[in-house]
Nanobody
Framework: QVSLVESGGGWVQAGGSLRLSCVAS????????MDWYRQAPGKEREFVAR???????NYVDSVKGRFTISRDNAKNTVYLQMNSLKPEDTAVYYC?????????WGKGTLVTVSS
């Protein structure tokens, strides 16, 4: 069982930065693949970024060069550093992992980017 809690969202002007955190509890996520997803108003949830247990990363094209996913296994935490934010980045951001075929999601944190 893994519980995920996101934080760090808020309001920011276009061009600004935010850092999201996802703190896991219940068990270590050291060996887990960790994902960030987002859901904009009226749209489906979409993949944003992934980090593997080895630290390998990948991103959706729309955030490449602007967002960086990282992890601190000692803190059981995953981060999403978001720079050069755009209004189209406005969404609820969710942390997700999967273990033994079960998907675990946090409740999300809202990011609002104004133009």
């Amino acid at each position: 069982q893994v519980s995920l809690v996101e934080s760090g969202g808020g309001w920011v002007q276009a061009g600004g930065s935010l850092r999201l955190s996802c703190v896991a509890s219940g068990s270590s996520i050291r060996f887990n693949i960790m994902d960030w997803y987002r859901q904009a108003p009226g749209k489906e949830r979409e993949f944003v970024a992934r980090i593997g247990s080895s630290g390998a990363t990948n991103y959706v094209d729309s955030v490449k060069g602007r967002f960086t996913i990282s992890r601190d296994n000692a803190k059981n935490t995953v981060y999403l550093q978001m720079n050069s934010l755009k209004p189209e980045d406005t969404a609820v951001y969710y942390c997700k992992t999967e273990r033994v075929g079960i998907r675990y999601w946090g409740k999300g944190t809202l990011v609002t980017v104004s133009s």
